[in-house]
Every structure is written in structure tokens, then in C-alpha cells.
């Protein structure tokens, strides 16, 4: 069983930048995918942005394309979040998940059914 752990969130202004992170730790499986989800309240958790196995390919939510960034760090094995020009709209729960995917669509990779290791979740607050 793989264990996540995020850190990094925090509250920041509209605007400004902040960088997740995922520590992964336990029984790694190299074919798994990565991602980054989040959960603001009264909706539904959405994918964020995704990294394939060996991180060739990255996926990202329209809301965030251009302004989030993910990658992975095998040294540190960890998986980071770099958000830029965050806005009120990207306040949330933030959590980072794991799984082996049947299919590397930006629609299954985003979408949550497939993974099935999460971590605890970092919240991140934007004021205006």
C-alpha cells in the first residue's frame, strides 16, 4: 500500500503562488499514475492536473492550464503542484492520489474512479 502525504497549502492573496507537495512513501508501484485533485465545499472533487508514469505526459484541468505546473521528483519521491495566479475560484481541499490506470485518456487520468490511494488532503484559501 502506498502512503501520500501532502503539505504546502496555506492562504494567499489573489494573485500569488503556492507550491504543493506529495511525499510518496510505502509500496511504490512504478506504473502508477499521479495526480492532484481538489474539493471545494458543496462540490464535487475534481482532477487537477496528472502525471503519467516516468512523466511523460502531463494532463491538466482547462481551469488551470497555463497556470498550474506538476512534476515529479524520483530522488525526493515526491509530487509537486506549482500554482501560479491563484484566484478565489482555486480555493479548496487539495489532495494527491495514485493509481494504475486502463487507460491514459485526459478524461480517466482526471477523473477519480480509477485512483485508489489518496492522501489526507492540504488546504488552500485565495482571497481577493
Known amino acids: 500500500q502506498v502512503q501520500l502525504m501532502e503539505s504546502g497549502g496555506g492562504s494567499v492573496q489573489s494573485g500569488g503562488s503556492l507550491r504543493l507537495s506529495c511525499t510518496v512513501s510505502g509500496y511504490t508501484d512504478s506504473r502508477n499514475w499521479m495526480a492532484w485533485f481538489r474539493q471545494a465545499p458543496g462540490k464535487e472533487r475534481e482532477g487537477v492536473a496528472a502525471?503519467?508514469?516516468?512523466?511523460?505526459?502531463?494532463y491538466y484541468a482547462d481551469s488551470v492550464k497555463g497556470r498550474f505546473t506538476i512534476s515529479e521528483d524520483k530522488a525526493e519521491n515526491t509530487v509537486d503542484l506549482q500554482m501560479n495566479s491563484l484566484t478565489p475560484d482555486d480555493t479548496a481541499m487539495y489532495y494527491c492520489a495514485a493509481g494504475f490506470l486502463d487507460n491514459w485518456s485526459p478524461a480517466v487520468a482526471l477523473g477519480v474512479a480509477q485512483y485508489n490511494n489518496w492522501g489526507q488532503g492540504t488546504q488552500v484559501t485565495v482571497s481577493s
Open positions: 502525471i503519467s508514469p516516468g512523466g511523460t505526459i502531463t
